[in-house]
């Protein structure tokens, strides 16, 4: 998923992964990730948990919208 | 510079790779087997802005949850590839019959998806973003990847431009990456 944010961004569109391991998704060195201690498969949020799966979505759209430049990392709580 | 710039000198150390992987595949070992995989370095940083407020822009959606349309759709194969092969990519519209959606990948457990699918495929959360202005739109379309790709090859070569080519014809101007 990292050379797809990539790849994206060499095109022009720019992108945000949530990764819920971020030993496998840095070495490839994706633009923006948003770093989340949550269950591979539930990387959003766990099922019925819509506050959590809102949390996650919203803080990749602010940084899409704040990241300065690239590898640009939120790994808050 | 570019990341296909970068693939005659990978192409080489992940034949290497398929070889000396072999013998800790046969035997179920894939941790071992990844452990030594040479992971790929792209050349360069690239990096595009958002050009206006998210609450106008239009977003797209990736996933790698190994989504088909039953029926309709082929499944995915859910353990990784590594010919050359170019991945396949679903389609999954917004207004998708949900009864019909079927997951096939071995990478992770699927109960969480299927009791609620917005753990990795988060349309409503998405819509009601939309709804309440936060983001301009969400397009018509998910765009569903199989994980795990070891052979970058086919991915950067063929994958990429196509997923490029299909956000661009549903004006996206962002992107959301969900893999699972």
Redesign the interface.
């Given at each position: 998923?990292s050379?797809?944010?990539?790849?994206?961004?060499?095109?022009?569109?720019?992108?945000?992964?949530?990764?819920v391991m971020k030993p496998l998704?840095s070495?490839?060195?994706p633009?923006r990730q948003l770093i989340r201690k949550l269950?591979?498969?539930?990387?959003?949020?766990?099922?019925?948990d819509?506050a959590t799966?809102?949390e996650?979505?919203?803080r990749?759209?602010?940084l899409?919208?704040e990241a300065e430049?690239?590898?640009a990392i939120d790994e808050g709580p | 510079m570019?990341?296909r710039s970068a693939l005659p000198a990978w192409q080489p150390k992940f034949s290497d790779w398929v070889e000396a992987a072999k013998p800790f595949m046969a035997e179920g070992k894939a941790k071992e087997a990844f452990g030594i995989y040479p992971?790929?370095?792209?050349k360069g940083?690239?990096?595009?802005?958002?050009s206006k407020?998210?609450r106008e822009t239009r977003?797209?959606l990736?996933t790698?949850?190994g989504y088909s349309i039953e029926g309709e759709q082929e499944p995915f194969s859910p353990f990784p590839s590594f010919d050359a092969t170019p991945p396949r990519i679903n389609t999954i519209p917004l207004d998708v019959d949900r009864t019909k959606l079927r997951i096939d990948h071995a990478?992770?457990?699927?109960?969480?998806?299927e009791?609620?699918i917005?753990?990795?495929l988060?349309l409503d959360?998405?819509q009601?973003?939309q709804d309440a202005g936060?983001?301009g739109s969400i397009a018509p379309d998910t765009q569903v990847?199989m994980?795990l790709q070891p052979n970058?090859t086919p991915?950067?070569e063929a994958?990429?431009?196509e997923?490029?080519a299909r956000?661009?014809s549903d004006s996206?101007?962002?992107?959301?990456?969900?893999?699972?």
């Open positions: 998923m050379l797809i944010s990539r790849g994206l961004e060499e095109a022009g569109i720019p992108s945000v992964l949530v990764s998704s070495p490839s060195r633009p269950n591979i498969g539930a990387t959003v949020g766990r099922p019925g819509t799966q809102l996650t979505l919203r990749m759209v602010a899409l919208s430049a690239p590898g | 570019n990341d992971w790929f370095s792209g940083d690239p990096f595009a802005r958002l407020p998210a977003f797209g990736v790698t949850g990478g992770y457990d699927h109960r969480f998806a009791e609620d917005n753990c990795n988060p959360r998405l009601e973003m936060e983001i990847v994980g970058v991915l950067i994958l990429i431009p997923l490029v956000f661009k996206v101007e962002a992107a959301l990456l969900v893999p699972s």
